[in-house]
């Protein structure tokens, strides 16, 4: 089945560092991937869409200043947590749309999840 | 806007109970609908997803059935296991939303031997 992949799958950083996480689709084509965020025991919270070749689209009220999104070839897609602040640790999750037809138009594969922790 | 609200938890089990958790969702026109499973420490996996009403997702012993006249995709597995505990999370997709998800809130799941 599809596969998503993450990496790295924890990191600790200091304040004001930047940090790049990589979301790859293993064995298929993905034009667009969505990246998400999740707080300790809440849901998802959709923060872009990341689309091949073109800018990524964001949700309203997050900044697209601090989270670089780059979705450079049809199996990756990075999410870029600049200048890094205690408030931006979270566990953050990209998935990713098969768009060759193997799968349903609106099925969408995850990837395990990166934990970011700002100290 | 689309929207899903499911049960709150967390949800305390015996081993071999049976277990329901409510979905309900908001939407113009016929979403899919999905529930997904996520473990400690993990990311989502997909437990089951419905595409038309009437249709009746099902895997690992778990069951949705999409019901369009009450706007329901409610889980149902009818004896859990201690491996069941985590937390699921009811998804719907709408047909014209470019393939964005609106998720419920979450509900843990606790199964004890």
């Known amino acids: 089945g599809a596969v998503v992949s993450q990496h790295p799958s924890r990191v600790i950083c200091k304040s004001g560092t930047s940090v790049k996480i990589e979301c790859r689709s293993l064995?298929?084509?993905?034009?667009?991937m969505f990246w998400y965020r999740q707080f300790p025991k809440q849901s998802l919270m959709l923060m872009a869409t990341?689309?091949?070749?073109?800018?990524?689209?964001?949700e309203q009220g997050v900044e697209k200043d601090k989270f670089l999104i780059n979705h450079a070839s049809l199996t990756l897609s990075t999410l870029t947590v600049t200048s890094a602040h205690p408030e931006d640790s979270s566990f953050y999750i990209c998935?990713?749309?098969?768009?060759?037809?193997?799968?349903?138009?609106?099925?969408?594969?995850f990837g395990p999840g990166t934990r970011l922790t700002v100290l | 806007g689309d929207s899903v609200t499911q049960m709150e938890g967390p949800v305390t089990l015996s081993e071999e109970a049976f277990l329901t958790i409510n979905c309900t969702y908001t939407?113009?026109?016929?979403?899919?609908l999905f529930w997904y499973v996520q473990y400690p420490g993990e990311g989502l996996q997909l437990l089951l997803k419905?595409?038309?009403?009437?249709d009746k997702g099902s895997n690992k012993g778990f069951e949705a059935t999409y019901r369009k006249e009450t706007t329901s995709f409610h889980l149902e597995k009818g004896s859990v296991q201690v491996s069941d505990s985590a937390v699921y999370f009811c998804?719907?997709?709408?047909?014209?939303?470019?393939?964005?998800?609106?998720f419920g809130a979450g509900t843990q799941v606790v199964v004890t031997p």
């Open positions: 990341s689309n091949e070749g073109s800018k990524a689209t964001y």
């Open positions: 064995d298929f084509q993905a034009t667009t």
């Open positions: 419905a595409t038309k009403a009437d």
């Open positions: 939407a113009t026109g016929y979403p899919s």
């Open positions: 998804a719907l997709s709408g047909r014209n939303s470019w393939g964005k998800f609106q």
């Open positions: 998935s990713a749309r098969d768009t060759s037809g193997a799968s349903s138009y609106n099925e969408q594969f």
